[in-house]
């Protein structure tokens, strides 16, 4: 898709400490999408697979599994964020904060919350982020941060 040397994701000095990234990408859910997600993952709880089951928890309807929402908001920002990373080290504090339903179109945004240089290898550095995953009625449902090692210019 992404030729090496496209304009794909950006350089440890390109980031600033506050800066939002509202990326342009969508991503609507599917049921196909959902189950193979849980057929990959092997995870059969029947709140993401079952209708009949979820019609009777408090949600009243299949709820997309929480790992796979991670998942998405991380792809989303990736054009955005990660493209030119060496490696994602951690991600923390994934919190889900609303319910996420076979439909539902997401969006994401990410804040740069810290941007630091290598202790050990000149040619990186380190990026902490705060990515948000918003459905399409812009409710947050996702919000998750992660350290991510950056290639820099150069």
């Not at 991600?91 to 996420?100: G, L, R, S």
């Not at 380190?126 to 150069?154: C, D, M």
């Amino acid at each position: 898709m992404y030729k090496e040397n496209d304009n794909f994701g950006k350089y440890l000095q390109e980031f600033r400490i506050g800066d939002i990234y509202k990326h342009n990408i969508e991503k609507t859910i599917t049921e196909k999408d959902n189950k193979l997600f849980c057929q990959i993952t092997i995870n059969p709880h029947p709140l993401h697979l079952d209708t009949e089951y979820a019609k009777s928890t408090i949600y009243k309807k299949i709820v997309v599994a929480g790992t796979f929402v991670a998942s998405i908001a991380v792809g989303l920002s990736v054009v955005d964020i990660s493209g030119k990373a060496i490696a994602n080290l951690d991600y923390e504090k994934i919190i889900h904060n609303a319910p996420v339903f076979i439909g539902d179109t997401l969006h994401a945004e990410t804040e740069i919350l810290e941007v630091r240089e290598s202790r050990t290898k000149p040619d990186r550095g380190i990026i902490y982020v705060e990515t948000r995953a918003y459905n399409q009625n812009n409710k947050k449902v996702l919000t998750l941060r992660r350290h991510i090692l950056i290639s820099k210019r150069g």
